[in-house]
């Protein structure tokens, strides 16, 4: 009896830079899971290739010419786009980094790091992690300006938030309980837990609604 095919991870690359592209394309072509459904150098081009093709996960740059990432973002999600992005920049201002989570990124991947290294984060996200360097995380968990209404009344407890600061570095359930030193049903019961204070049912979902209503527990 034949194994059944695995479904190929299709990518759409969108970055002005073409040698960058194209150097890409040929690291993720020689990835057995990953299919580079296509390459585009303009916000534009890569609108257009989302309504030709069914894509996975985007490979986003931050700057687009005089465009950039969050409008891509936006453009997209409105033309009803429901795969994953991971920002692949040269670097992103401090500010715009909880615009980008809130936006729907997965991760921010420097595009100084390692080629190996990002087929590895893209396995990551697609198997529904994030990632997040700690510059980045710092950027998300400075002292909020604001509480929303209703905050306080669903404080998190000290293992609540160790767990979320690990969710938001993008570590597994297994990587958690090894490093707070509990079992990983533990871990799990934890998440539970936050799922039922914010209201939410994924990690991702987790990530937004605690940066919009909980900034003040990070």
Known sequence: MSEPVQKRVKILLVDDHTLFREGVARLLGTEPEFEVAGDCGSLEDGLQSLKEKSIDL?????????????????LARDQGFLGKV????????????????????????LKRESTSLLAQVIRHIIAG??????????SVMNPPTRTSPGAQHNRFTEREQKVLSYVFEGFTNRRIAERIGVSTSAVKATLQQLFSKTGVRTRSQLVRIVLEQHRDQL
Do not use: H, M
């Open 86 to 109: 991971l920002l692949v920049t040269v670097g992103v201002p401090r500010c715009e980094v909880v615009d980008l989570i809130r936006a729907g990124v997965s991760g921010i991947f």
């Open 129 to 138: 992690g994030l990632w997040f360097n700690q510059e980045q995380l710092q």
């Open 58 to 74: 985007v490979l986003l740059d931050f700057y687009l010419g005089e465009r950039d990432g969050k409008e891509f973002l936006r």
